[in-house]
DNA sequence: GTCTATACGAAGATAGAC
DNA sequence: GTCTATCTTCGTATAGAC
């Protein structure tokens, strides 16, 4: 099938960038990564390398956030945030700490800024929307959720620098107290 | 002056780290940027580009800790997390939204995970012991300085992406509003 | 659509003179 | 200590055949 090379592709770049970032993964690693064809790049990808990086991070958020929502409970508002936390820790854990977010080394490395807002975006609203449904204001979700998106993406940094779990750990801990608290409040 | 030299390509690399990142930096950018002279870079760094990237993140690391240091008042606990986020704002704006940290692109670009670890760590002592002088209790204080860091190395991601302080301002409100609860507790 | 071969440029690192 | 010149490696992108 001619779309899932271009699919294998897009999956293996958004998990090579998380360990070597975006200018030191090349196309051939992307290759020999995904098993997809050599000579096909250029004709799923004329953009060349930033289009490939565009596609990975729009392919990451939407995955997150699909899980964010999934995760997502009613009656208990910091749900959806332990399933994102999960998230990131298994990627650390898995990689012995080598690994951190995609979107990450793209937002530092290249020029794709309004991509990587897109993704941040759409992992804001799906907290927040889990937020709101447990009974937190819709101003006060909305900043929560950007808390959230940041502590959890700084810790993971941290994390991976420190090569252990103390910061996603700590970090958590607050954030959910906060939560509860400003879901209890209204 | 022999160590003059040297000391203007480590506050270049830093600079120049922040907004085209590791790779994206060249050692000749270095040298442009510092006027150092070209035939001295393996002199002053014989481990190379790694050895200066190493010194660019010492350098921000004791820069950002003293800063913080300089900026806590022990009868209020947010004046030097206010100094700390402030010098990120500063960055975004006088940068357009170009610039980021330079260690994170470190972080993620490279392997030079101790040296990071290290800056982190003096960042959140610096903040720790702030919080403690304004009468949190150490374990508290130690969680809430790693969510500090965390968070505002995330938000300052979330505003590079989205070209705007939103982030920065929503994730400093939450968090000056758990700090006061922190410090008031004790 | 997929292949191979190659052009082209960039950048880190080294050698050896001054 | 600082210079210039060069070596070498690597990776994007293109050209053109199948």
């Known amino acids: 099938m001619a779309s899932d090379a271009r699919e294998r592709m897009v999956r293996s770049a958004a998990y090579l960038f ?4 975006f200018s030191g993964t090349a196309f051939s690693d992307v290759i020999a990564h995904s098993g997809a064809p050599r000579g096909s790049i250029y004709h799923h990808f004329p953009g ?3 289009e490939l990086a565009e596609a990975a991070v729009r392919y990451t958020g939407d995955f ?3 899980g964010v929502r999934a995760a997502t409970r009613d009656d208990d508002p910091v749900a959806a945030v332990r399933a994102f936390v999960g998230w990131w820790r298994r990627v650390l854990v898995k990689s012995d700490f080598q690994a ?3 979107i990450v080394a793209v937002t530092v490395e290249s020029q794709l800024a309004e ?3 897109d993704a941040f975006r759409r992992w804001q ?4 929307a ?3 449904a447990a009974g937190a204001t819709p101003v ?3 900043r929560l959720a950007t808390l959230v998106v940041a502590a959890v993406e700084g810790a993971t940094l941290l994390c991976r620098a420190g090569r252990c779990l103390d910061p996603l750990d700590d970090v958590i801990a607050e954030l959910e107290d906060l939560i509860g608290i400003a879901c209890d409040a209204s």
Chains 1, 2 share one sequence.
């Open 140 to 142: 006060r979700a909305a």
């Open 130 to 132: 889990g937020l709101v």
């Open 48 to 50: 060349g390398k930033l």
């Open 125 to 128: 609203d799906a907290l927040a």
């Open 100 to 102: 951190g977010c995609p």
């Open 115 to 117: 991509a990587a807002a």
């Open 64 to 66: 997150l956030a699909a």
């Open 18 to 21: 998380r360990e070597r970032g």
